[in-house]
């Protein structure tokens, strides 16, 4: 079966980039979701298809995608970006949809 | 968009439960919905699917046979249907709106608030 795989944990200061990966065989021929979840609350998309932003969501996200990687980047991150980010991708070759563990982004 | 969800509660193994997720602020019936649930042990799950009108499900394997996903979109409903519960299926549920029309791209560009089933005796 297909995985994702995202490191447990990144820890950045404010107003430095954050980035984020999430690790598929060949993620960069599936369209990569992203997802953020504060603590009690339902996740909430940031990004689609590798690099859309969905509206509301600040340009500070951005996203890209190669060979077997998938990356979310924030730019000049601020504290209320603290959250576990999930990565997500439907695997049309087992007909499945895959999460990633998710990492927890902490703003130092 | 609104996705608010109720149904959620304490039940013995091998009991059964209906979740609810009313859904406002779009046209329901244009758009798949999914369920996907969250515990510690397991993170994010994905668990069931309903294409807009209703005509076409699928489901995770670890449910399979025993939920079912349904609609009603002259009320602009969602509903999971579990049965024969086990222990392992405790989890927050959410109701999942898909991203694109008809039958769906599996984004999920909306959830609701999330409704805790906890299986135990």
């Known amino acids: 079966s297909y995985v994702l795989t995202q490191p447990p944990s990144v820890s950045v200061a404010p107003r430095e980039t954050a980035r984020m990966s999430c690790g598929g065989d060949?993620?960069?021929?599936?369209?990569v979701h992203w997802y953020l979840q504060k603590p009690g609350e339902a996740p909430v998309m940031v990004l689609s298809y590798d690099r859309d932003r969905p509206s509301g969501v600040p340009e500070r996200f951005s996203g890209s995608s190669s060979g077997n990687t998938a990356t979310l980047t924030i730019s000049g991150v601020e504290a209320g970006d603290e959250a576990v980010y999930y990565c997500q991708v439907w695997d049309i070759s087992s007909d499945r949809v895959v999460f990633g563990g998710g990492t927890k982004l902490t703003v130092l | 968009v609104q996705l608010v969800q109720s149904g959620g509660d304490l039940v013995q193994p091998g009991g059964a439960l209906r979740l609810s997720c009313s859904a406002s602020?779009?046209?329901?019936?244009?758009?798949?919905m999914h369920w996907v649930r969250q515990s510690p042990e397991k993170g994010l799950e994905y668990v069931a699917y309903i294409s807009s009108d209703g005509g076409s499900t699928f489901y995770g394997d670890s449910v399979q046979g025993r939920f079912t996903i349904s609609r009603d979109n002259s009320n602009n409903i969602l509903y999971f249907q579990l049965s024969n519960l086990r222990t392992d299926d405790s989890a927050v549920y959410y109701c999942?709106?898909?991203?694109?029309?008809?039958?769906?791209?599996?984004?999920?560009?909306?959830w609701g608030q999330g409704t805790l089933v906890t299986v135990s005796s």
């Open positions: 999942v709106k898909d991203g694109m029309e008809a039958y769906g791209d599996y984004t999920f560009d909306h």
């Open positions: 602020g779009f046209t329901f019936s244009r758009y798949a």
């Open positions: 060949d993620i960069a021929d599936k369209g």
